[in-house]
């Protein structure tokens, strides 16, 4: 077996750390905002066990934790560090295997191309700041988006959605004409 590396990265959101490892963890994201969604992910079940965590999502090879407003990073960074390092050597699963992990996107051909556009070019760059973006609805030239991990909150999240992500969909799809995200 070979030796597991954990490594923070800090997020945009100042509520958010990422925690990085040298194995993949999850193909695809999972996100699990409360204690209550996390039911079906043992690894998040654990995490929640801490009462400073309020928030756990999965990535390729890292976990997004969010604190609670009263904890502190310094106090708990090395903890989490140490469970997670734990929790990987131990093989704790994030998921069942059994959901199918395959991307199709469904609706209007608009629809598909949003998806397909968010999904090539703006998950990647997202997933580098600890977070997720997904595609809700769109309607009459409007993209609702669900932001999700370090995005859910995150002080500069607006700037990117306005700036970056509807720019780019209005450049590659005419039709677009705002994106919004819609609160979890």
């Given at each position: 077996m070979s030796t597991i590396n954990v490594?923070?990265?800090p997020t945009p959101?100042?509520?958010?750390?990422?925690?990085?490892v040298n194995k993949l963890l999850h193909n695809g994201s999972l996100d699990y905002p409360d204690r209550e969604s996390a039911q079906e992910s043992p690894?998040?079940?654990?995490?929640?066990k801490f009462n400073f965590v309020?928030?756990?999502?999965?990535a390729s090879n890292f976990v997004t934790v969010?604190?609670?407003?009263?904890?502190?990073?310094?106090?708990?960074?090395e903890i989490l560090k140490d469970f997670v390092k734990g929790a990987v050597e131990s093989e704790i699963t994030v998921r069942p295997i059994d959901h199918d992990d395959d991307v199709e996107f469904e609706g209007s051909e608009i629809e598909v191309?949003?998806?397909?556009?968010?999904?090539?070019?703006v998950q990647p760059a997202v997933e580098q700041d600890g977070g997720a973006i997904t595609f809700h609805s769109y309607d009459d030239g409007v993209v609702t988006v669900?932001?999700?991990?370090?995005?859910?909150?995150?002080?500069?999240?607006m700037i990117t959605l306005k700036a970056g992500?509807?720019?780019?969909?209005?450049?590659?799809?005419p039709e677009v004409e705002e994106v919004v995200a819609e609160e979890m």
């Open positions: 490594y923070t990265e959101n100042p509520a958010t750390m990422k925690f990085l690894f998040a079940r654990e995490l929640f309020s928030g756990v999502f999965f969010t604190k609670t407003h009263d904890a502190d990073w310094q106090d708990i960074i191309q949003i998806q397909q556009i968010l999904h090539d070019y669900m932001l999700k991990g370090s995005c859910s909150g995150c002080p500069s999240a992500i509807e720019g780019l969909l209005k450049r590659m799809i």
